[in-house]
Each structure stands twice: as C-alpha cells, then as structure tokens.
C-alpha cells in the first residue's frame, strides 16, 4: 500500500461475522471483499439470536437504523416444570432476533458489488505487507489484511492452525421455529412475552419469540424459537442421529434436509413425554426441525502476518452464553477499532487486537463449559455429574443462561 491508497481487506466468509468486519471497515475508509463458499444466498438460515448492548451498537456504526423490527423484546424469564407448573421467574428484559434479520441488515449497508459468491479458498500466501487468497475455482485475490470469518470449520485456520480443530461436547441442540398462529391460546399467553425454560433431569430446553418469516414482530406474525440440548454419545447416538436414509454418515454434522423423518418423529415423540406441555408443543409443531453438534473451539492464537481469525473461525463457546454472534461482532468491533487507532500501522493493530480477544475468547469458551457441564456428563460417568448439577436447576438456568455478557 502507497501513501494516498485506501487498505484494502479480504474477508473469506460470508455469514455475520465477515459482513460485521466488512461493513465496519467500509464505514473506516477501506474497500473490502468479501468472499463467500456456499453459492446460493444465505439469508434465512439459522435461527433465534440473543442480542446484547454492544452488539446493537456495533449495527448501528455499520449504518443500520434501529427500531422495533430487530427483534421481539420479552418481559422476563420463566422457568416451567415438566408438569407445565411455572415454578421460577426472573424479569431480565431482552430483546431477541434472528439469523436472518441481521443478515439482511448487514446485507443492506455492504455494496453487493464487493459480495462474491461461490469462491471456496484452496490456500493463504503471504509476502512482507501483502496477503493472497487462493480459490478453488483458480481466481486469486490480493490485498492489506485477509480476515478469515468462515466458521467453527475455518478452512484458513486449518491451515494455519491444523492442530486446532473442534472438540464434541457430548450433546446436540435440537432447533426450530414454530409460527405463534399454530400455538393453542393456553401456550401463547406463557410463552409469547417470555423466555421460557424446561430442565428435566437428562436434559435442557428454553424458548423465546422471534421476528416472523418477513422479519415482522407484530403481534400474530412472529414466530417462536426452540432450543433443545440432549445428550448424544459420539460413537453411538450421534452417528445414528447423522446416518441419512440411505445409510451414509454425514459426521461430524448432519445437513438438515438429510434428517431422516424417523429421527424427527422420535424426537417430537420424546418432547410430548419429557418437556412442559407448553415447549413441546412448539417443538411438535415446527416445521423444519434440525439439530445442531455442539462443540468447542480454542485457538492459542488470532493473528499469523497479515491473517486474521475473527468469530467462530478462532473460539467457539457453547450456546449457553448465548454470544456467538455477540462475540463476532465484538471482534469485528475490536479489529476496526484498533486498525484507527493505530495511525496506519496494520502490524501494530493486529497485535493490539490479537492480545484482547484471545483473552476474552478463553474466558467465554470456559463459561460455555461450566454451564454445560452437566449436560456434557449425561454422556460420561455419573461420578461427574454432582458438581456440574448446580448450573442444571429452575434458578441456575433462569439466571446463567444467554444473560448478559460483560464486554458485549
């Protein structure tokens, strides 16, 4: 880069964490690439998100304009017995929204010009100042920084990084989203204003509104969000729970199209018997069901040259905290903060970035640990499971799970 020329960043993925990087750095003065793998839009994967404080702000330096269509905010928490008895509040107000709806946001504010789909990276060179993306298609690009926002699977840290890859915790997360009109009117009124919980003794549940199919959050167009967190052992049950109907195994994670109708029958079976009437009925009448492996992340290090991980592609923290998306945002955050606070100096950016967030990213991955500890222990030895109990109550779960996180 001469004196005069604008820094220039390549992004390698597409999902929240890259378009938040991407979009900070655009309002900052660089131009910014973005490059993606998957070639279809992703808007309208994934599901719920809690947000936090510094997150929404983090939106509003990206050039989006708050109001009331970011989310369904709720009036506190309950936690409810399997007998459908509520037998713990707590009036934390949080505002929920989802996947969807902030990356159509983040969409909005970043030129679609500088979005590149289908470009899958084969491989990261570097020279002194200069890095270079490699693609599988052949086509290469060059720039300042390469941020590398692809994922809990980061291609870019397995080669950087190949001795870090994710761990199994154990459990899976059942996931789904239930329209608030297919909800009998008992159900609705406990749950609509409420993050709901479900702790039975094998396993973890929780609940909360969310915008609807076209991020509406009126009353009558939202939908509700299921989080279910079972104990799946990693030779047994979660290679039955990833086998598709045609006997491939599709481990370490399953595609959600691939879910066979038996697997999901038996799961909507199994919440009739074991959660609240009122969870299971939203979990019996999703429509599109899937499950998610539940892993951890842990990278000893966020920055190689000119190569910076963010998001998930260097810490993974288990859900309960409830700031996956949090924390990229908080990266992305940190990383354009430092790159304008360093008069010019990429190098000395990076590092100032680099010593923060891979302090902050031990601490969140170990609090996902504690508070799934228990959950994690269904799959081990009971000798284990007395001193994760304490997280595994009405009260602990009420109080511990996705509340807000100091530094987001």
């Not at 052992?233 to 979660?238: D, I, Q, R, V």
């Not at 990229?328 to 990076?350: C, K, P, T, V």
Request: include cysteine; glycine fraction near 8%; charge should be neutral.
């Amino acid at each position: 880069m001469t004196p005069g020329d604008r820094p220039h960043a390549l992004v390698i993925g597409g999902s929240l964490g890259g378009l938040f990087a991407a979009a900070l750095l655009c309002r900052r003065g660089w131009s910014v690439d973005v490059y993606e793998r998957v070639r279809e839009p992703l808007a309208g994967r994934g599901a719920g998100i809690v947000t936090h404080p510094g997150q929404l702000r983090t939106l509003e330096q990206c050039g989006i304009r708050l109001d009331d269509s970011i989310g369904c905010e709720v009036v506190g928490r309950v936690a409810i017995a399997p007998s459908g008895e509520i037998v713990a509040r707590n009036a934390l107000r949080q505002t929920l929204s989802a996947w969807g709806r902030l990356h159509d946001a983040l969409m909005s504010v970043f030129p679609h010009a500088h979005y590149h789909r289908g470009k899958a990276l084969e491989r990261v060179e570097q020279a002194p100042d200069r890095v270079r993306a490699c693609f599988a298609d052949g086509t290469a690009a060059e720039g300042d920084l390469l941020i590398a926002a692809d994922g809990i699977r980061s291609s870019v840290r397995a080669q950087l990084l190949p001795e870090v890859k994710p761990a199994f915790a154990g459990y899976v997360a059942w996931r789904g989203l239930t329209a608030e009109r297919d909800l009998s009117a008992q159900s609705h009124a406990i749950l609509l204003d409420h993050m709901a919980f479900c702790v039975t003794p094998s396993s973890q549940a929780l609940g909360y509104p969310v915008a609807g199919p076209t991020h509406s959050t009126a009353p009558g167009e939202r939908c509700y969000n299921f989080v279910w967190y079972r104990a799946a052992a990693e030779t047994t049950e979660l290679r039955r729970l990833c086998t598709d109907a045609a006997g491939k195994v599709h481990l370490p994670s399953m595609p959600p199209p691939l879910i066979r109708p038996d697997i999901v029958a038996e799961m909507r079976a199994t919440a009739s018997r074991m959660l609240c009437p009122q969870l299971a009925e939203v979990v019996c009448k999703s429509r599109e069901p899937f499950f998610q492996p539940i892993f951890d992340v842990e990278s000893p290090r966020m920055v190689f040259g000119r190569v910076v991980l963010l998001g998930d592609a260097a810490f993974v923290a288990r859900p309960h905290c409830g700031a996956g998306i949090a924390k990229a945002a908080a990266d992305a955050q940190a990383l354009a903060d430092a790159l304008a606070s360093r008069n010019g100096s990429i190098d000395a950016a990076l590092a100032v970035y680099e010593e923060a967030r891979v302090r902050f990213g031990r601490w969140l991955v170990a609090e996902g640990r504690e508070l799934g500890n228990y959950l994690e222990s269904l799959s081990v030895p009971q000798a284990r499971r007395p001193a994760a109990a304490a997280h595994h109550t009405p009260a602990g779960v009420l109080n511990e799970i996705a509340v807000p996180v100091a530094g987001l």
